[in-house]
């Protein structure tokens, strides 16, 4: 699951053309891309055990209709702890261990929905996500979320809830995440994000609790002249995962491709 979501992105874009002709008309139908590279893709922030403990590389491509619909993929490389056990030290002390590691896997999100807008302040998507998880070994992580959003200017509100049970949450699990970026002098862009969890308490996964803070997030982005290339540096203000366990604060360094 990608850290930022496509789908509120995509609705700025949904009526843009990537190919213009003289004397004929705007297509209706435009198509963009992206490639990147993290320092570590840290799902819904979620530090102690990320996705990627080393640096990953994700990358996307979406398809806009004037109509609103969008459809896109996007994936991303991942190597991290398959479990961890409870061992006693030289101190008696219990302590949380490491017992595997996936790698060489690979996340894929399809996603496809609707953007449109209310006025020229306000906006609206909705739409539908399914997640596949390449050589992890089961296919209990693969499944669909829905995800429903609204925006305000630069601001944007987010809900995605899972529609069954999985390796990684219950069905009815939902999370929240308010996003607002601002410009700033000289190309920056101060970026930053909240991230909440409700938990199903009913699923066959354990909750600590049924409401939970997962992250905060604040960054800076800039654009790097006219490259295409934008870097990121975002620090990661760590929450609770669904066992009420504090997550790291980290610092994560990116650099990104949009064509």
Not at 13 to 38: K, Q, Y
Not at 46 to 75: L, M, Q, R, V
Not at 149 to 168: F, M, P, R
Request: net charge negative; charged share 20%.
């Amino acid at each position: 699951m990608k850290f930022t979501l496509k789908a509120l992105a995509v609705a700025a874009v949904a009526s843009a053309s990537s190919f213009t002709f003289a004397d004929e008309p705007t297509s209706p139908h435009s198509v963009s891309g992206n490639i990147g590279v993290l320092s570590s893709y840290n799902l819904r922030g979620i530090t102690n055990t990320p996705e990627n403990k080393d640096a990953t590389i994700n990358g996307g491509i979406d398809y806009n209709h004037a109509s609103g619909f969008y459809a896109g993929w996007w994936g991303s490389t991942l190597r991290y702890s398959a479990g961890t056990d409870l061992f006693e030290n030289a101190a008696g002390e219990l302590v949380e261990v490491e017992i595997g590691e996936v790698t060489n896997a690979f996340e894929n999100d399809f996603y496809a929905g609707y953007s449109g807008s209310i006025n020229d302040d306000w906006g609206y998507t909705a739409g539908l996500t399914y997640y596949y998880y390449y050589d992890i070994g089961n296919s209990g992580s693969n499944g669909f979320e829905t995800m429903l959003g609204l925006t305000y200017k630069d601001l944007g509100i987010t809900a995605q809830t899972l529609l069954e049970d999985l390796d990684w949450g219950n069905a009815g699990d939902t999370y929240l995440k308010a996003s607002y970026s601002y410009a700033l002098p000289k190309d920056f862009s101060l970026d930053t994000a909240l991230g909440l969890y409700l938990y199903d308490k009913n699923g066959p996964i354990e909750a600590a609790d049924t409401f939970s803070f997962r992250h905060f997030d604040i960054g800076l982005s800039k654009a790097l002249a006219d490259t295409g290339v934008t870097a990121s540096m975002n620090y990661i203000l760590g929450g609770y995962d669904r066992n009420d366990v504090k997550q790291k604060n980290k610092v994560v360094l990116g650099l990104g491709y949009s064509f």
